[in-house]
Nanobody
Framework: QVQLVESGGGLVQAGGSLRLSCAAS????????MAWFRQAPGKEREFVAA????????YYADSVKGRFTISRDNAKNTVYLQMNSLKPEDTAVYYC???????????WGQGTQFTVSS
């Protein structure tokens, strides 16, 4: 069974940095995409970043380009989201997901919350 476990949430000041982790298990991920989504209070869930596990091509939402970096550690089966220059509007629950395409995700983590204080 596929499992995705996020960690790294918390409280950070505006302008600060934080790294989220997503430990993945239960399938051979090499042909799949790994992604981060987020959902802020009162808003719909939105795409943040994605990477193909084998190819390394990365995709970002315009709102995070230049500030966030998605990466993966094949040996640890872990995907990271390095977030710099954080803004209060980055406050959300962040979810890790995996799927066969950049727009189709079939497994999701439970989410990790972090708050950016102004």
């Amino acid at each position: 069974q596929v499992q995705l476990v996020e960690s790294g949430g918390g409280l950070v000041q505006a302008g600060g940095s934080l790294r989220l982790s997503c430990a993945a298990s239960g399938r051979t991920f090499s042909s799949y995409y790994m992604a981060w989504f987020r959902q802020a209070p009162g808003k719909e869930r939105e795409f943040v970043a994605a990477v193909k596990w084998s190819g390394g091509i990365r995709y970002y939402a315009d709102s995070v380009k230049g500030r966030f970096t998605i990466s993966r550690d094949n040996a640890k089966n872990t995907v990271y989201l390095q977030m710099n220059s954080l803004k209060p509007e980055d406050t959300a629950v962040y979810y890790c997901a995996t799927g066969p395409t950049t727009t189709t995700y079939d497994y999701w983590g439970q989410g990790t919350q972090f708050t950016v204080s102004s």
